[in-house]
């Protein structure tokens, strides 16, 4: 068998959007699906959608938490839970942190190991593809937090 390792995985929100479970849906992506596939490994990345006010778009990413725990979809705690089949947890576009450094620990106790920096536009941590800013001053600090508490900062959509 070839090992899969799947870096962005947008089905846990689309989950949430249509009421769907992990084990047999009609998305892309499913447990069903992927089943023949060992290993298997999925990061699922909790979009911060760009047409949401950065408040509305956390609010959103714990509605898509609370969702996940309903269909008992374990996020590892550590890398090496890969390996027993756990999912990797993300968040593309780091705006949801809201200028509150503390959102950090609360992303880490949910499970997140990657968050993308920005995607779009500058948000409060820096710029993104479309842009020519760089890091604030805040963003090093989100970084430096970031490291911290062994979440990778993802820099895919970053100036």
């Given at each position: 068998?070839?090992?899969?390792?799947?870096?962005?995985?947008?089905?846990?929100?689309?989950?949430?959007?249509?009421?769907?479970?992990?084990d047999?849906?009609?998305?892309h992506?499913?447990?069903?699906?992927?089943?023949?596939?060992s290993?298997?490994?999925?990061?699922?990345?909790?979009?911060?959608?760009?047409?949401?006010s950065?408040?509305?778009?956390?609010?959103?990413?714990?509605?898509v938490?609370?969702?996940?725990?309903?269909?008992?979809i374990?996020?590892?705690?550590?890398?090496?839970?890969?390996?027993?089949?756990?999912?990797?947890?993300?968040?593309?576009?780091?705006?949801?942190?809201?200028?509150?450094?503390?959102?950090?620990?609360?992303?880490?106790?949910?499970?997140?190991?990657?968050?993308?920096?920005?995607?779009?536009?500058?948000?409060?941590?820096?710029?993104s593809?479309?842009?020519d800013a760089?890091?604030?001053?805040f963003?090093?600090?989100f970084?430096?937090?970031?490291?911290?508490?062994?979440?990778?900062?993802?820099?895919?959509?970053?100036?």
């Open positions: 068998m070839i090992p899969l390792f799947d870096l962005h995985c947008d089905t846990l929100l689309s989950l949430y959007k249509e009421n769907f479970t992990l047999s849906s009609p998305l992506i499913s447990n069903s699906k992927t089943s023949n596939f290993p298997y490994t999925q990061v699922m990345a909790i979009w911060s959608d760009c047409r949401l950065s408040k509305d778009a956390y609010n959103q990413y714990k509605n938490i609370e969702y996940a725990k309903r269909l008992n374990n996020f590892a705690r550590k890398f090496s839970d890969i390996l027993n089949g756990d999912k990797i947890l993300a968040i593309e576009d780091g705006r949801i942190i809201e200028n509150d450094i503390s959102r950090l620990e609360e992303f880490k106790n949910d499970g997140v190991k990657i968050i993308t920096l920005s995607w779009s536009g500058i948000n409060q941590i820096c710029g593809w479309d842009t760089s890091l604030s001053e963003g090093k600090d970084v430096e937090k970031c490291f911290e508490l062994s979440i990778i900062p993802d820099i895919s959509h970053t100036s």
